[in-house]
């Protein structure tokens, strides 16, 4: 029965964490978005986001999105500079072609930084691409 599930694999689908200008803060920080680069909607999107090292570990966040158009991107979440040395991963599950898609984001730990920034054309941005 098991065997009959077939979950295929999100393609065109990224998350990215960008860093911005932050009024609140008045400084620069890291946002996580997710974009859709596929050429029709995806929807229902749920994402699952958490972080861990060695010996600590974030609260498990649950977050639903709603539908997100083709050439579109979305911002998931801040996160803080205190768990950029942390393995932080997003489970991102959406429904496209009358299919449940999914696929598991991870940042390593510290690949998150200036050094790893990349062009992200979508945003316009440079940023890091979660693997």
Known sequence: MRKDIEIPKAKNVYVVAVKEWDEDFQSQEWNIYLINGRTDVISMVLVVSRGKSEDR???TLRQS???IQPNQSIKIEFIPSEVLGFTNEY???FF???KLFEKNYVFDPKSISD???DGIPLLEKEGV???
Request: net charge neutral; hydrophobic share 40%.
């Open 57 to 59: 570990k974030t609260s």
């Open 65 to 67: 999105l709603g539908d």
């Open 91 to 93: 489970l991102v599950t």
């Open 96 to 98: 496209a072609e009358n």
């Open 115 to 117: 050094s790893n920034l």
């Open 129 to 131: 691409f979660a693997r």
